[in-house]
């Protein structure tokens, strides 16, 4: 089953009473106070997409997986939660792996967040009592190409706040302009005053905050392509001014995001969180300097703001009709993004494979997450998908940025390693990541006292001798002659076809080295064949034999 067929059969088989219920035994068991950093881990397993493959057995019972450095077998009786549940974590009474279970279940049928929001209150019969009420909703105005038809609560929607906006910006803006040069940091005295909360409804203020940034970066980047303002390079203080504007209001975006996160916001501001959604799409599409921040923006809100497993899942399905629509690979990253946040690495994995150009600089993120907190069997699922097109990815990311991106792989994949003791798994993913990690790969099969295999890797990388270290040559010599003797005769060709005077000095240097290597290993007869041959091949090179004179290799 799917996951909206998870969703659906959530919300029409659990019995809404009895979930209730079960709530309410939870918050009187364990109070705020006293057992708040178990609930808050609950809670976010739960919202960052780490609870998955949830089945309902019957009307009162369900079963879910919940990734927790391992994954987690969990189930809930909703009829008696507090002393009916499974987790094999070990955990004497309820773990936060049984509450992320729970939270994903009641997330689907009511508002998490109120509850949560009472929990701390103590106050949870206030909750039942608001449900209860009949709140009467109205549509709000449709908005061309956004998400229409959304219901409002107190005759206050994300539209209203937008008019209030572009009234208030065209009237400062009309006091400070002068001619054609941007008012110096404008941002810095009207984004507060737009983000003033006039509206109607209670605790709305950090949303409408959002909202102003937002609204106002909008702004400033139609002012700034109309001046031609997208090249990095300053041309005025106009332009100075107004990047730094940009850069304020983008950094104040992130705020509001992040209070927004860390607050426990009243179930009545659903309609305009959601009213919010086609908002943060557009930031997305932002084109020039702003597209690194768009994504970053986007993925941050569909983690901390939009936490509904129903939101991401539309969401999703509108980012790959734009892919799609529009070939664009931000909305496909993007879609594959909030795949991992519901749990579904496999869709993710496909998107990848679909645009493998981009694949590696996302796959590289959540190789990272999920070593970082412990989903190693996670972790191994998503590899096993990705190995075999790892080289492809990585040959995509463009090159000055490649070596910083495959040392933050390297980095993961050596921890993981190292947790499971898996010193074949950080080999071949050294081998896969070919010619790039090359340095690493050395290392690593030198510190195995593999040398003959470390200069076999030189030839195929076609290093010289010149380009190593001499303490490294002298140790790989140290182990034995016969191994440095390859590179030697890579590197006298490799000076040869340069044709030049200077490499063929440095082209006898080697050969004097190899003659007297030859001479220790009391293979003379070789090195004499060998030079005979390579006089034949140099015939013409008439410098290059004058300078074997001058270093007597000739007579």
């Not at 008019?163 to 400062?172: A, C, M």
């Not at 983008?250 to 509001?256: G, I, P, Q, S, V």
């Not at 999920?370 to 190995?387: H, M």
């Amino acid at each position: 089953m799917d996951r909206k067929g998870r969703t659906d059969m959530l919300q029409t088989t659990i019995s809404k009473p009895l979930l209730r219920q079960a709530a309410e035994e939870l918050v009187k068991e364990l109070p705020y106070p006293i057992f708040h950093n178990l609930i808050q881990k609950g809670r976010d397993l739960s919202r960052y997409g780490f609870v998955y493959n949830v089945m309902v057995i019957n009307s009162h019972e369900v079963e879910g997986v919940v990734s927790d450095k391992t994954p987690h077998d969990v189930m809930v009786d909703l009829s008696n939660v507090t002393r009916r549940h499974r987790c094999p974590c070990g955990t004497e009474g309820l773990c936060p792996h049984v509450l992320a279970l729970f939270f994903y279940i009641y997330g689907n049928v009511f508002d998490v967040g109120e509850l949560f929001r009472l929990w701390k209150k103590g106050q949870i019969g206030a909750l039942w009592k608001e449900s209860a009420v009949h709140e009467p909703k109205t549509p709000a105005p449709k908005r061309a190409g956004k998400t229409a038809g959304l219901s409002i609560t107190a005759n206050e929607t994300v539209e209203d706040w937008r008019g209030q906006f572009e009234k208030q910006y065209e009237d400062f803006f009309s006091r400070h302009q002068n001619g054609q040069n941007w008012p110096y940091r404008l941002a810095f005295q009207l984004l507060p005053k737009l983000g003033k909360n006039e509206g109607k409804q209670a605790g709305a203020r950090p949303l409408r905050e959002l909202h102003a940034a937002l609204f106002l970066l909008e702004k400033l980047r139609q002012y700034g392509e109309a001046q031609g303002w997208n090249d990095v390079v300053f041309a005025s203080y106009g332009q100075f001014s107004w990047q730094q504007d940009v850069n304020y209001v983008a950094d104040r975006a992130f705020d509001a995001l992040e209070k927004l996160s860390t607050q426990s916001l009243p179930r009545s501001l659903n309609a305009l969180i959601e009213q919010t959604i086609p908002y943060v799409r557009d930031v997305l599409f932002l084109d020039g300097g702003l597209s690194s921040f768009g994504y970053d923006f986007y993925t941050t809100a569909w983690e901390s703001l939009f936490t509904k497993p129903t939101w991401r899942q539309e969401e999703r399905a509108e980012l790959l009709r734009l892919a799609k629509d529009r070939d664009d690979i931000r909305a496909a990253m993007a879609a594959a993004h909030l795949s991992f946040l519901l749990g579904e690495d496999d869709e993710a994995m496909a998107l990848y494979r679909a645009f493998p150009d981009q694949a590696g600089l996302f796959l590289v993120e959540w190789m990272g997450r999920f070593i970082q907190n412990g989903l190693l069997k996670r972790f191994e699922a998503v590899w096993e998908k990705a190995k075999d097109d790892w080289p492809l990815y990585l040959s995509h990311i463009p090159a000055p940025i490649r070596s910083r991106f495959l040392d933050e792989a390297a980095h993961w994949f050596e921890m993981y390693a190292r947790q499971r003791n898996r010193s074949d798994a950080w080999e071949d993913f050294l081998q896969r990541s070919l010619p790039y990690s090359v340095n690493e790969y050395t290392n690593f099969l030198y510190r195995q006292g593999r040398y003959r295999e470390v200069v076999d890797l030189f030839l195929w990388a076609n290093i010289t001798a010149d380009e190593l270290h001499p303490q490294l040559l002298k140790t790989l010599q140290a182990r034995g002659t016969d191994l440095v003797m390859p590179l030697y005769h890579r590197t006298v060709i490799k000076l040869l076809n340069e044709k030049n005077r200077s490499s063929y000095q440095r082209a006898v240097r080697h050969l004097k080295t190899m003659r007297a290597h030859y001479r220790s290993m009391k293979r003379f007869d070789q090195w004499e064949a060998y030079l005979e041959q390579l006089l034949a091949k140099t015939a013409r090179l008439r410098a290059f034999h004058e300078e074997l004179k001058k270093g007597k290799l000739l007579p």
